[in-house]
């Protein structure tokens, strides 16, 4: 059964880093890429990255100077950075399988100022 | 980046209506593998999205087949035919041809 997880922390100070995992089972990330995408509150789908199955990336324009994907394909294990935080960073963050047939939970992030 | 106009911004139906949505993109979806990466996708109220069509036309599996998907190119339409209340939600479409990917603005369905 393929499953995705989210996890880190719920609050996080403006200006510092999000951290977030993916954590997945039922599949390789040799054999699918994993995306992120995030929600503010109250809003629509943000598209905010990839790490394909051979580890490159693709990043949202608007995210790119800040935001890194990474993973440990040991762990099975999928991570975000991203730096810079602000309050419109507020939002639910998913990991989902690249072709979208499985999503975690989601991941609520609230950017304190 | 690609820009994906979706139309309405909500829609109200009664139970049994068939309704459509429309998902126009700024550049064709025809990927140079001649496959069309549109998809379709609900969020029900508290969910996480799920996937309903991709590829333009393909149910994905266990999603019910009042739902269909049709286009080419730069326009693209999901119809309900028959609607149901767990049909509510919000619908949004996603491309995935070209990098990086993106979602249209969502449409929201109310059931009258």
């Known amino acids: 059964q393929v499953q995705l997880k989210e996890s880190g922390p719920v609050l996080v100070q403006a200006s510092e880093t999000l951290s977030l995992t993916c954590t997945v089972s039922?599949?390789?990330?040799?054999?699918?890429?994993v995306i992120w995408v995030r929600q503010p509150p109250g809003k629509g789908l943000e598209w905010m990255g990839i790490?394909?199955?051979?580890?490159?990336?693709d990043y949202n324009s608007a995210l790119k100077s800040r935001l890194s994907i990474n993973r440990d394909t040991s762990k099975s294990q999928v991570f975000l950075k991203m730096n810079s935080l602000q309050t419109d960073d507020t939002a639910i963050y998913y990991c989902?399988?690249?072709?979208?047939?499985?999503w975690g939970q989601g991941a609520s992030v609230t950017v304190s100022s | 980046d690609v820009v994906l106009t979706q139309t309405p911004p909500t829609l109200s139906a009664t139970i049994g209506q068939s309704v459509s949505i429309s998902c126009r993109s700024s550049?064709?979806?025809?990927?140079?593998?001649?496959?069309?990466?549109l998809n379709w996708l609900l969020q029900r109220p508290g969910q996480s999205p799920q996937l309903l069509i991709y590829?333009?036309?393909n149910l994905e599996s266990g999603v019910p087949n009042r739902f269909s998907g049709s286009g080419s190119e730069t326009d693209f339409t999901l119809k309900i035919s028959g609607v149901e209340a767990e049909d509510l939600g919000v619908y949004y479409c996603?491309?995935?041809?070209?990098?990086?990917?993106?979602f249209g603005s969502g449409t929201k369905l109310e059931i009258k």
């Open positions: 996603m491309q995935a041809t070209h990098a990086p990917f993106t």
């Open positions: 550049q064709s979806l025809l990927d140079s593998d001649g496959d069309t990466y």
């Open positions: 989902t399988r690249e072709v979208m047939d499985a």
């Open positions: 590829s333009v036309s």
């Open positions: 790490i394909w199955r051979n580890g490159n990336t």
């Open positions: 039922g599949f390789s990330l040799t054999n699918y890429g």
